[in-house]
């Protein structure tokens, strides 16, 4: 079986299109008799017709083979179904019937690891979007809901643990065959994308939860034999999500068992499967020993994130892949609201905001813009998108803000009683609120029809005793018509002489213009969209002097941090440090360096050097070599100034205590921003405090930090800190995937014989999503200076990588290839080189998923 399509099998669905399924699927009954290279799978479904038509059962499917098909208890000849072109039909009329199928799959083969694969000795299932088809024919879609009963055959010393979806019912042992029989039943109907098993042998680490109405639901985490002391973490993790759920929600698990299996061949970042979550190892694994604290983050993020499905993606899922965001985009706001209630609400703001201005900006003004319900689609899996998942999360956010804690409480009251147990759309998501709080949201509802990121021009006038701030909003780069968006603008209202807060409120922006009228005597000056407000670019002049009034008095610390940001973009802009932009952020970050009374969590993220990507957010064209500049000349211009104070709060910090709570976090990144900027002095005593650190670091997280700065002084020193931790962490696959990352990052020519080294290592499975992201990702995603380089060695390096990549496993390439998708935002030079790397892609075969984003960018 081969995922490699012709042009003429790459054609666009429509979401005007949809029609609800002919057929419905009531009930599945599976047996899988697992074989690496012969699994069979016997799929006794009831279907029924689903309203009146003589249409023929057509099902999907991408099975190896079809052996027999039963209707009733009678077999099909073979010219009553026809199998290709990934459909099975079966002609044979019927209004309700008991349909059998057998069916034939080779998980060993299954190197784009969707549907039923076997890797590093076990089974497991990947299924959204449309993996089930690779392990049975169904009605592969999401408004298909059925309720499952899976049986699994396997040998019981090999595969000690058999699990599916659901409760356990039975188990038994054949003595003739020595396989056992594990069958599980999930009482709740959902749809084939929602299906997983798995069959491996594991450490299982288990605990219990008592549920709000009392009920004891057992937790099982299982994951790869000797890394049982890497689990803690994450359950407790699940323990905390699950509590906050009931308080927040007043939502209740619904099975006798929840389970989450760490497996280390995985596409995604994990996977809400009923009651049966499969999840990268990278989001289950951690201790301080080999874990940073955003490694710490991410697992606890994650496992709320999937566990926040059951009810919200679940209970209620989407009706059709153009309603993705309907679980994403929610499920993703949910877990940012856990997070920012288990840590700092300011940092999870500003980290949302990064990630909204360096990579969904971007994907807005690229050939991949769509709405966050997207209008078509060649292939689903490209669609997981920051757009669907981080904007719609930011929509639901300005959702939330318009009505308020409660009102978005009673919204989601009602959504749950008018939908449980259905597979609904984003309108009836909006209905719900809007019925629930007696409100109109029609022109909310812009937000999910289009797509493109809000640009607003703000100009600011004082006559009398009335400052006006003025709102004019268009789409950043397009001059097409559009429908204003609504648009919830947070402010606070500041006296320009004493920085004293004068107002604070809400102006709700709904048309294409509107106006802010404040009524005060005072000189004052405006800090805008609070908190990220809504997730738009703003135009707008403002004098130095009200910049730093801002950096320095506002109320808000995202905003505080975001006029920063304004102050570096600027700089980037002129491409110099020594105008009156580039004094005045030098002498902002010396303040910030001498001022250790600051808040350490906020004044780390003050500290940190802006990525290339979020300083590219300013400009129309790129200017590579100005970013890169202004990346090292700032810097080295500050710390050329603080440099003994940096050194001297270092000694005094230390090594950080080690446990993971606010306070030991916040030390450690303000540690980490601190090294950083020192890593700009050049000279061996530098080097010799940077391996020091290393040395007596307690924690991976400091181990890290001392690494990443350790890449701003020549490959010698990184070289031989990374060969240090290889030998102190050998055979650990999270650890060596971090080595990767750093080497990767390294911006000098010798980068490649550095990621030529540590491929060549026994840890790098060039199968393996985790090893080519971590060296290769890297290298494409954090590494301007090389990836970009002129002489176009970067971008030929791309291209190898995806044509051997895109061969195993299309997911990973299509995602890969993300960095060439905006060439024609670079100079002329670059847009050749780029431009010529996607046309040369274009002429080979290639998968759907490649094919979609390579013709979509050179047809842009």
């Known amino acids: 079986?081969?995922?490699?399509v012709s042009t003429t099998a790459n054609q666009a669905k429509y979401r005007a299109d949809y029609t609800p399924p002919a057929f419905l699927i009531p009930t599945t009954n599976l047996e899988v008799k697992l074989d690496p290279e012969q699994t069979q799978v016997k799929a006794s479904l009831v279907v029924e017709k689903n309203g009146v038509h003589n249409n023929s059962l057509e099902l999907d499917a991408e099975v190896e083979k079809v052996v027999q098909i039963e209707i009733d208890g009678e077999g099909l000849s073979p010219d009553e179904f026809v199998y290709e072109n990934g459909k099975l039909t079966i002609n044979r009329a019927f209004e309700k019937a008991q349909v059998v199928i057998v069916s034939e799959i080779n998980p060993k083969a299954n190197t784009a690891l969707e549907g039923l694969y076997l890797s590093a000795g076990a089974y497991c299932t990947q299924c959204e979007a449309e993996g089930f088809r690779r392990i049975s024919p169904f009605l592969d879609r999401p408004d298909v809901l059925s309720i499952y009963t899976v049986t699994i055959i396997a040998d019981e010393e090999q595969y000690p643990h058999i699990l599916a979806n659901g409760n356990l019912i039975a188990k038994q042992k054949d003595h003739k065959t020595g396989l056992t029989s594990v069958t599980w039943n999930d009482p709740f109907p959902k749809p084939s994308y929602l299906f997983a098993m798995v069959a491996g042998n594991f450490d299982l680490l288990k605990d219990t939860y008592t549920t709000i109405s009392g009920r004891e639901v057992s937790l099982e985490i299982y994951v790869d034999k000797g890394n049982l002391h890497l689990s803690d973490h994450a359950m407790e993790s699940l323990k905390k999500s699950m509590q906050w759920d009931e308080a927040k929600y007043g939502l209740e698990y619904d099975l006798d068992t929840y389970m989450i299996v760490a497996v280390?061949?995985?596409?995604?970042?994990?996977?809400?499967?009923?009651?049966?979550?499969?999840?990268?190892?990278?989001?289950?694994?951690?201790?301080?020993?080999?874990?940073?604290?955003?490694?710490?983050?991410?697992?606890?993020?994650?496992?709320?994130?999937?566990?926040?499905h059951n009810w919200t993606g679940n209970r209620v899922t989407c009706r059709d892949w153009f309603q993705l965001s309907l679980k994403e985009g929610l499920t993703v706001f949910r877990d940012q609201q856990f997070s920012a209630d288990m840590g700092n609400p300011v940092l999870e703001r500003i980290s949302h905001a990064r990630v909204m201005r360096t990579m969904q900006f971007a994907e807005d003004a690229g050939p991949m813009s769509h709405p966050i319900r997207p209008d078509k689609v060649i292939e689903m899996n490209n669609f997981y998108?920051?757009?669907v998942y981080d904007k719609g999360a930011e929509v639901i956010r300005m959702m939330h803000s318009l009505l308020g804690e409660s009102g978005f409480r009673k919204g989601m009251d009602?959504?749950?009683k008018r939908h449980d147990g259905q597979a609904v759309t984003c309108d009836d998501f909006v209905s719900a609120m809007a019925d629930a709080n007696n409100k109109d949201l029609s022109k909310f509802s812009r937000w999910y029809s289009q797509s493109g990121t809000p640009e607003l021009t703000i100009q600011e006038?004082?006559?009398?005793?009335?400052?006006?701030?003025?709102?004019?909003?268009?789409?950043?780069?397009?001059?097409?018509?559009?429908?204003a968006l609504t648009i919830p603008v947070k402010y606070e209202v500041l006296n320009k002489h004493t920085g004293q807060q004068v107002e604070r409120g809400v102006f709700v922006l709904e048309e294409h213009k509107g106006k802010l009228e404040i009524k005060t005597d005072q000189d004052v000056v405006t800090v805008l969209f609070e908190?990220?407000?809504?997730?738009?670019?703003?135009?707008?002049?403002?004098?130095?002097?009200?910049?730093?009034?801002?950096?320095?008095n506002a109320s808000d610390a995202f905003c505080r941090w975001d006029m920063l940001q304004t102050l570096w973009q600027m700089v980037a802009k002129e491409g110099k440090a020594d105008g009156e932009a580039g004094r005045t952020l030098v002498n902002c970050l010396i303040d910030i360096v001498l001022k250790q009374e600051l808040d350490p969590a906020i004044r780390a993220e003050l500290l940190t050097i802006p990525s290339f990507q979020s300083l590219a957010e300013a400009f129309d064209e790129i200017n590579v070599d100005a970013i890169l500049k202004t990346r090292t000349l700032i810097p080295s211009l500050v710390t050329e100034q603080t440099q003994q104070a940096i050194r001297n709060e270092l000694a005094e910090m230390g090594p950080v205590n080690n446990d993971y709570n606010k306070e030991n976090v916040a030390q450690r990144s303000l540690k980490a921003s601190l090294l950083n900027l020192l890593s700009f002095s050049d000279g061996e005593e530098v080097k010799s405090i940077l391996r020091s650190v290393y040395d007596n670091a307690p924690n991976m997280t400091e181990r890290v930090s001392a690494l990443n700065a350790s890449l701003n002084l020549g490959d010698a020193l990184v070289q031989d800190l990374l060969n240090q931790m290889h030998k102190s962490f050998?055979?650990?696959?999270?650890?060596?995937?971090?080595?990767?990352?750093?080497?990767?990052?390294?911006n000098g020519d010798e980068v490649y014989q550095m990621m030529e080294y540590w491929a060549s290592q026994e840890e790098f499975d060039p199968s393996n999503p985790n090893r080519i992201r971590s060296l290769y990702g890297a290298f494409v995603m954090r590494n301007p200076a090389q990836f970009h380089a002129l002489s176009g060695k970067g971008y030929l390096f791309l291209e190898r990588l995806l044509t051997d990549v895109d061969a195993k496993n299309p997911q990973l390439a299509a995602r890969l290839i993300d960095p060439l998708l905006s060439y024609q935002r670079y100079d002329e030079q670059r847009v050749a080189l780029m431009k010529g790397v996607l046309l040369r892609l274009s002429s080979t075969e290639l998968s759907k998923d490649l094919y979609e984003k390579v013709h979509s960018a050179l047809a842009n």
């Open 1 to 4: 079986m081969t995922d490699s």
């Open 264 to 308: 280390d061949f995985f596409n995604m970042g994990a996977m809400e499967n009923k009651g049966l979550n499969i999840f990268n190892s990278k989001y289950v694994l951690a201790d301080e020993k080999t874990a940073t604290d955003t490694d710490y983050h991410g697992v606890e993020s994650v496992i709320a994130h999937e566990y926040f």
């Open 385 to 387: 998108t920051v757009t």
């Open 414 to 416: 009602l959504y749950f």
């Open 461 to 483: 006038t004082k006559t009398g005793s009335v400052y006006t701030v003025e709102f004019s909003q268009r789409i950043y780069g397009r001059d097409d018509a559009y429908k």
């Open 531 to 552: 908190d990220f407000s809504s997730p738009v670019k703003v135009k707008r002049s403002l004098p130095l002097s009200d910049i730093k009034l801002i950096i320095n």
């Open 730 to 746: 050998s055979q650990q696959p999270l650890v060596f995937d971090k080595i990767c990352q750093i080497a990767a990052s390294y």
